[in-house]
């Protein structure tokens, strides 16, 4: 087991582009979490999956933003039309849901949106 | 509403002096707490964490952190900073209910003299 997995680790995109970014969580974690980083700042819970269940989606995932868990293992988060202040750090976690306060961080996803 | 305060975005010590970043806290009932670190372009790494207990807990890489319920402070110590240490530094609290979700500090960059 690696530990958590997210790909691609940068990505640069047109400000209009549609960009997906994947997940994949240590084995058998069954929760999942986003979360957005943006310069000198700290992260920002963004939504968390229960399996396949998306159990909760902050504010800050404005409708431009996807979310998907199809098969309760790797997670896909997909941002349409992206705009400069989309631009971040993507952070993914899991965690066990019988212990959810154990989370491990991927590496992270750097968007750039010029 | 939970929220993390570092009051300290910036720190200086020399190699071999000791460390402390604080950390302070708001939250209604019994927290989670976290320290995790980050080097550059990397993900997070979990320090240390308090749940309950002692409220003193030891973490990896020298480092330890104290809980005060008084002063709603969670602040972390080593006695003796290498230049490895050099990153950001991030405390969070576990949010309400048991979702696993973190709420972060904005952190603190620390950067250590030869």
């Known amino acids: 087991d690696t530990g958590v997995s997210q790909n691609p680790r940068h990505k640069i995109t047109k400000r209009g582009q549609n960009v997906t970014f994947r997940c994949d969580p240590i084995?058998?974690?069954?929760?999942l979490y986003w979360y957005r980083q943006t310069l000198g700042q700290g992260p920002e819970f963004l939504t968390y999956?229960?399996?396949?269940?998306?159990?909760?989606k902050s504010r800050l995932l404005s409708d431009r933003f996807s979310a998907e868990r199809p098969k309760g293992s790797f997670s896909t988060l997909e941002i349409q039309r992206t705009e400069q202040g989309d631009s971040a750090m993507y952070l993914c976690?899991?965690?066990?849901?019988?212990?959810?306060?154990?989370?491990?961080f991927g590496q992270g996803t750097r968007l750039t949106v010029v | 509403a939970q929220s993390v305060t570092q009051p300290d975005i910036h720190i200086t010590v020399s190699e071999g002096a000791s460390l402390e970043l604080r950390c302070n806290y708001s939250y209604g009932a019994t927290p989670y707490l976290f320290w995790y670190v980050q080097s550059p372009g990397q993900g997070l790494q979990l320090l240390l964490k308090?749940?309950?207990?002692?409220?003193l807990v030891q973490g990896i890489k020298g480092f330890e952190a104290e809980f005060k319920r008084s002063q709603s402070s969670f602040n972390l110590r080593k006695p003796s900073v290498h230049w490895s240490d050099a990153a950001e530094y991030f405390c969070a609290v576990g949010g309400s209910g048991n979702t696993g979700k973190l709420i972060f500090g904005q952190g603190t960059t620390l950067q250590v003299k030869p």
């Open positions: 999956f229960q399996n396949e269940a998306q159990l909760e």
């Open positions: 308090y749940f309950s207990g002692d409220t």
């Open positions: 976690a899991s965690s066990p849901s019988l212990e959810p306060r154990y989370a491990f």
């Open positions: 084995s058998e974690h069954n929760r």
